[in-house]
């Protein structure tokens, strides 16, 4: 399995220390969340990951053997940035056959365009594109390559909901492929849906970082809705909050079966369930 280790990266602007000496994976097969609120450091992460800019320190390692400099990275990852740039009185099948030729990839632009759900538009100019088509053209130019790891800055800016949700398949596609995708996003409930791994960012330093089964234990809000007003004395052992006909606790999974059984038999039987999404509820907790 490859593997791309990057370790105690720092990055400062104008002395301001910005990215703090942090250190993680993304591994092939697997698709690692960065989150973070604004301004906590993701891009400027991307931006080393894609030499762009040279970190002040730190080092990346593929395959356990250390790179000389993260330019390195460049044949062997897809990079979406910020905004991609194309040719703009060139179709988007032009743009992906030009850069195919240039690159001489064995890509077929008809089949990259069709993953991203742009087929219809293929030979529409480039000028005439919504920011979403953009953004789904700047992905099937990533993928032209066929690198190992996709580097995605905010892969779901612009997109209506109908083509995120297709490029959120599209993604869990080419992990299942094998592809290593580490993408940043604000989307938290969207990405909790696909992540592997998350890397939570506060200002510049990893506050929370692992996998999503690691923490799919930990107790998040539920919110149980029933059609028939909640009796007074409801005992259910559990520190929880009654308002009328809506029950709110902190449970885990286990524990809301176990609370859902009790329900049963009790014949009150919630006819809509919610439960917080685990990254946002991590998420808040560095709002707080
Ligand atoms: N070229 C630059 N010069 C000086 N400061 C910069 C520069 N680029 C970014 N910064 C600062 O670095 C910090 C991190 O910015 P960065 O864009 O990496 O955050 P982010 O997590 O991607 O934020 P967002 O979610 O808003 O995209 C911010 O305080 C930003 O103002």
């Known amino acids: 399995m490859r593997k791309l280790d990057v370790q105690k990266i720092a990055l400062s602007y104008d002395a301001q220390p910005i990215v703090k000496g942090i250190s993680f994976s993304i591994t092939e097969g697997k698709i690692t969340a960065l989150i973070g609120p604004n301004g906590a450091g993701k891009s400027s992460i991307f931006r080393i990951l894609s030499g762009l800019v040279s970190p002040d320190s730190g080092f990346?390692?593929?395959?356990?053997?250390?790179?000389?400099?993260?330019?390195?990275?460049?044949?062997?990852?897809?990079?979406?940035?910020?905004?991609?740039?194309?040719?703009?009185?060139?179709?988007?099948?032009?743009?992906?056959?030009?850069?195919?030729?240039l690159t001489r990839s064995s890509a077929n632009a008809t089949e990259l365009l069709?993953?991203?759900?742009?087929?219809k538009d293929a030979d529409k100019k480039v000028q005439h594109y919504s920011k979403g088509?953009?953004?789904?053209?700047?992905?099937?130019?990533?993928?032209?390559?066929n690198p190992s790891f996709l580097i995605l800055d905010e892969p779901f800016n612009g997109l209506d909901p109908e083509v995120k949700e297709l490029i959120l398949k599209l993604l869990t596609d080419?992990?299942?492929?094998?592809?290593?995708?580490?993408?940043?996003?604000?989307?938290?409930?969207?990405?909790?849906?696909?992540?592997?791994?998350?890397?939570?960012?506060?200002?510049?330093?990893?506050?929370?970082?692992?996998?999503?089964?690691?923490?799919?234990?930990?107790?998040?809000?539920?919110?149980?809705?029933?059609?028939?007003?909640?009796?007074?004395?409801?005992?259910?052992?559990f520190e929880n909050c009654m308002n009328a006909n809506v029950l709110t606790l902190k449970a885990n999974e286990k524990e809301t079966q176990t609370i859902l059984k009790e329900l049963y038999e009790l014949d009150l039987i919630p006819y809509k369930i919610d439960r917080s999404s685990l990254l946002y509820d991590k998420?808040?907790?560095?709002?707080?």
């Open 60 to 101: 990346v390692f593929l395959d356990g053997i250390q790179m000389k400099s993260f330019n390195d990275l460049r044949s062997h990852c897809g990079y979406l940035l910020e905004t991609a740039d194309f040719y703009a009185y060139l179709s988007g099948k032009k743009n992906l056959e030009l850069l195919i030729a």
């Open 114 to 119: 069709e993953m991203v759900g742009l087929a």
């Open 133 to 145: 088509m953009k953004q789904r053209l700047g992905l099937a130019q990533v993928l032209i390559d």
């Open 174 to 237: 080419l992990k299942n492929k094998g592809k290593g995708i580490l993408v940043s996003t604000h989307l938290l409930e969207d990405i909790e849906t696909i992540a592997d791994d998350f890397i939570l960012l506060n200002e510049g330093e990893i506050y929370l970082s692992g996998s999503m089964e690691t923490f799919g234990n930990d107790r998040q809000n539920v919110k149980m809705h029933f059609d028939v007003l909640l009796p007074q004395n409801l005992n259910l052992g």
């Open 283 to 288: 998420y808040m907790e560095i709002i707080k």
